[in-house]
């Protein structure tokens, strides 16, 4: 089991930035695929940024250039640095874990999430 705690949301102006954390506890050397996810008011959640213990990056188009995920394995930690920061970016963010390959965008490949965070940007 893998228990994630987000947190680093709140209330923000268009144009600022942010930087969420998710900190992971338990059986967390098995974890391969970190990522973090946004679902919106009546929208489907999807996909923000995913970073396997080796390999590149991935961000959704929306975010490139703007937002940053990185992890810190020694603090067991991943981030989602997040600029320019636009209204259309409100959302409740999750953070994922997954055991395995992360094939898609599909949120079932990640078995481990968090709680949630409130990010809101007014404009």
């Known amino acids: 089991q893998v228990h994630l705690v987000e947190s680093g949301g709140g209330l923000v102006q268009a144009g600022g930035s942010l930087r969420l954390s998710c900190a992971a506890s338990?059986?967390?050397?098995?974890?391969?695929?970190m990522g973090w996810y946004r679902q919106a008011p009546g929208k489907q959640r999807e996909l923000v940024a995913t970073?396997?213990?080796?390999?590149?990056?991935n961000y959704a188009d929306s975010v490139k250039g703007r937002f940053t995920i990185s992890r810190d394995n020694a603090k067991n930690t991943v981030y989602l640095r997040m600029n320019s920061l636009k209204p259309e970016d409100t959302a409740v963010y999750y953070c994922?874990?997954?055991?395995?390959?992360?094939?898609?965008?599909?949120?079932?490949?990640?078995?481990?999430w968090g709680q949630g965070t409130q990010v809101t940007v007014s404009s």
């Open positions: 994922a874990g997954s055991f395995g390959q992360v094939l898609t965008s599909d949120p079932l490949w990640f078995s481990s």
């Open positions: 338990g059986i967390i050397f098995s974890i391969n695929v």
């Open positions: 970073i396997p213990s080796g390999g590149s990056t």
